[in-house]
């Protein structure tokens, strides 16, 4: 594998914690999922450039669309 196919399983990795991060009962740990969200959102795109996979890339930036959204309807 190429060091660039290796991206994926971070970005996996990081988003299934921000995953667990935003399902936290903590505000903190929310907030600290939202900003691991966004790292993985740049991971995939990182991945996504690199594979070619544009519709990867247009979710992510939908994702962060919808992130920001669920920020500002958190505070």
Known sequence: M????????????????????????SKRRR???FWTFLLSNVLWVA???GA????VIALQFCLVMLNI???QKNQ
């Open 69 to 71: 959204r669920g920020l």
């Open 2 to 25: 190429e060091p660039l196919e290796l991206l994926q399983w971070p970005a996996m990795a990081v988003t299934v914690l921000a995953s667990w991060l935003m399902t936290s009962t």
């Open 52 to 55: 070619g996979a544009y519709a």
């Open 31 to 33: 907030r600290i999922g």
């Open 47 to 49: 991945w996504g450039l």
